[in-house]
């Protein structure tokens, strides 16, 4: 009897039954917990409040496990890959990704110490640059490291790849806004000035102004960093006067990188006014993740061979033929 060494192989049927299987997974657990407070309130259940906890248990791990199946997806083949020949590629963007992840958190505290430096941020750019890295480095085995190859890549190749790396931009956004998020609520006065996430907020005072259908409170914040002016927020706390309603309205400045947040809350008397500051760094990489995302599916549609293959099968069946796919 022979003794045969194998190697488990992988399709590229199955990568995607795999990334399906966590997709449809993490759908269901969304959809869960966020219909099943709804339905427990409209039984008379109780009051049910499904929070971070709940999506970190269960949304984590299975975006994870995806990201994960998504830095091996552009190597495999439709029929069968060698599981040893997907190891040895990922060396070179395992040992890139580990290294950054680790190094790049340092970066990102004012004053580094143990006590600041995040695991959430180690675990989110492991895992963002892995699919990064795998996407970058099939990309230059199939152009082989020619610019002019880059045209005869096909239309669902670039789609494919502009969706892996929009699905690491929204879990770079994810992950880091809940790593390095800073929030707090404050009295202030006139004057008073404190600091969050890096920046510092002064609170310059509230005026009293007149809407077309509102009476408003309009406060003036002051958000400086590195001692230098960069922006100023006027929340505004209305009351409109056709209902009596009451509405906060906040105050964002945001950019690519972080979004300030200044909300205006209560009058506690003697000019002091209830304000809330909040710094969410990269969460605008959220909904950038999103459309890039949207845009690889686009390209995938529009690939030409599509085009081609419906046009000759349109060709056929009005010629009377058939068509076996």
Same mark, same amino acid.
């Given at each position: 009897? #022979?003794?045969?060494?194998? $190697?488990?192989?992988?399709?590229? +049927? ?27 309130? *409209? ?6 409040? *499904?929070?971070? @906890? ?44 580990? *290294?950054?992840?680790?190094?790049? @958190? ?15 941020? =180690?675990? /989110? ?36 790849? =502009? ?14 806004? /809940? ?19 890096? $920046?510092?907020? %002064?609170?310059?005072?509230?005026? #009293?102004? %007149? ?11 002051? =958000? ?10 006027? @929340? +505004? ?7 009596? %309603? ?19 809350? +209560?009058?506690?008397?003697? &000019? ?5 500051? &909040?710094?969410?760094?990269?969460? #605008? ?20 061979? $599509? #085009? ?18």
């Amino acid at each position: 009897m #022979r003794s045969v060494t194998t $190697y488990s192989g992988w399709s590229r +049927e199955t990568m995607l039954l795999i990334n399906n299987v966590f997709l449809v997974s993490s759908m269901a657990m969304i959809l869960i917990g966020t219909l099943y407070p709804l339905l427990a309130d *409209v039984l008379d259940m109780g009051k049910i409040s *499904v929070g971070p @906890p709940y999506f970190n248990i269960f949304f984590v791990p299975l975006m994870s496990g995806l990201m994960i199946c998504l830095g091996f997806a552009g190597f495999t083949r439709w029929k069968n890959t060698e599981g040893r020949a997907l190891l040895h590629k990922g060396v070179i963007p395992s040992i890139v990704s580990l *290294v950054m992840a680790f190094v790049l @958190p340092m970066f990102m505290v004012d004053k580094l110490s143990w006590s600041n430096y995040s695991l959430t941020a =180690v675990v /989110t750019l492991l895992l963002v640059l892995w699919v990064v890295t795998m996407s970058l480095e099939d990309l230059w085995l199939k152009s082989r490291g020619k610019l002019s190859s880059l045209r005869g890549l096909s239309g669902s190749y670039w789609g494919m790849l =502009v969706a892996h790396i929009g699905l690491a931009v929204c879990a770079l956004g994810v992950g880091l806004s /809940t790593a390095y998020d800073a929030q707090t609520d404050l009295r202030m006065l006139p004057g008073d000035k404190t600091e969050l996430g890096g $920046y510092q907020f %002064q609170f310059v005072g509230v005026e #009293r102004v %007149q809407g077309p259908n509102f009476i408003a409170y309009r406060g003036n914040v002051e =958000v400086k960093s590195g001692g230098e002016l960069i922006v100023r927020l006027s @929340p +505004e706390k209305r009351n409109y006067t056709s209902g009596g %309603q009451v509405m906060t309205e906040a105050d964002i400045d945001g950019q690519l990188h972080r979004d300030l947040y200044v909300s205006l809350g +209560e009058p506690l008397g003697n &000019q002091a006014w209830a304000i809330r500051f &909040q710094v969410k760094p990269f969460v #605008r990489c959220i909904w950038l993740g999103g459309l890039l995302i949207g845009l690889g599916g686009l390209l995938a549609a529009l690939d030409k061979r $599509y #085009r081609r293959r419906r046009l000759r099968k349109g060709a056929d069946e009005s010629s009377g033929g058939l068509v076996f796919e």
